[in-house]
């Protein structure tokens, strides 16, 4: 079973900025599909952003673009998502997801693995 550890949500000004990190016990972390995901209250989780194996092209949802980045340290595990200029509306609690090897899915459905959720809260 492997587990997803999140850390780094807080409480933050707009336009402020906050660092994400999701450790994973896989030791075949390299192998894997990582990505960001989000859920505000009342509504769906959602994809921010996806980070896939060998050569780390990424994907963005379009209300985060040019704001947030995603990235990995394959040699210690970790998942890490950047927010710049964080608004309001980027409030939600933040699920680091992992899935073996590549994938090309976009959906709660295409990843196996889940942490447990950091908190972001934005004041305007």
């Known amino acids: 079973q492997v587990q997803l550890v999140e850390s780094g949500g807080g409480l933050v000004q707009a336009g402020g900025s906050l660092r994400l990190s999701c450790v994973c016990s896989?030791?075949?972390?390299?192998?894997?599909?990582m990505a960001w995901f989000r859920q505000a209250p009342g509504k769906e989780r959602e994809l921010v952003a996806i980070?896939?194996?060998?050569?780390?092209?990424?994907y963005y949802a379009d209300d985060v673009k040019d704001r947030f980045t995603i990235s990995r340290d394959n040699d210690k595990y970790t998942l890490y998502l950047q927010m710049n200029n964080l608004q309001p509306d980027d409030t939600a609690v933040y699920y680091c997801?992992?899935?073996?090897?590549?994938?090309?899915?976009?959906?709660?459905?295409?990843?196996?693995?889940w942490g447990q959720g950091t908190q972001v809260t934005v004041s305007s």
């Open positions: 997801a992992g899935k073996y090897g590549y994938s090309s899915g976009r959906e709660t459905t295409d990843f196996s693995s």
């Open positions: 980070i896939r194996p060998v050569h780390g092209n990424t």
């Open positions: 896989a030791r075949s972390f390299r192998d894997y599909t």
